[in-house]
């Protein structure tokens, strides 16, 4: 069984509608602050197949207050790389790797962004973790890793990255952060 159906529409034709770029990534979002994958939270929660439910999003929303009163905002990482222009090559493949990695950790990648016109040797990412403990947990986990290590230690073995900053931004969605 892939998933319950919510007012009979699939939880993946959900994903899009609440800023997420696949169902693997909400999933794993909501892994991590519900503490259960969403079919057997609907399960627990008396939701069989079929059934007219409130949206997802509002169940999800809802139970996050019970458990979190006062959730914490959204936070995004912004990575400003100065990189060594003869090696983008290694830097692209550097970045194909991490996208994956840090939704496996329950973010949200928004890409790596090269050098195309103006300075050969600026680079930036952006992902997005539910909140700052989210990625926190992320920064402690990728550590034991092992596809994180060897990604850092490519990083550290081509010398690619020449330096970077890290910058953390809060999200603006206007009417719908309400």
């Known amino acids: 069984m892939l998933a319950p159906t919510i007012n009979r529409v699939q939880p993946a034709s959900t994903t899009g509608a609440v800023c997420y770029s696949s169902q693997a990534s909400f999933s794993r979002t909501f892994l991590n602050v519900v503490g259960l994958p969403p079919a057997e939270w609907l399960k627990r929660d008396g939701c069989e197949t ?12 809802q139970s996050a207050e019970n458990f979190y009163p006062k959730r914490a905002p959204m936070i995004t990482c912004y990575l400003k790389y100065v990189i060594d222009p003869y090696q983008l090559e290694a ?11 840090v939704e ?8 790596y962004f090269l050098p195309s016109e103006g300075a050969n040797n600026i680079a930036m990412a952006m992902f997005t973790f539910p909140s700052l403990a989210a990625y926190e947990s992320y920064r402690q986990q990728s550590m034991s890793d092992p596809e994180c290590i060897a990604a850092f230690k490519l990083a550290e073995d081509k010398k690619f990255i020449l330096n ?14 309400r």
């Open 50 to 61: 079929g059934e007219d439910v409130p949206p997802l999003t509002a169940r999800v929303v």
């Open 91 to 101: 830097f692209e493949h550097y970045g194909k790797l991490w996208i994956p990695l």
């Open 104 to 111: 496996k950790f329950g973010g949200q990648h928004h890409g």
């Open 164 to 177: 970077y900053e890290r910058s953390f931004l809060r999200p603006v969605f206007g009417d719908r952060d």
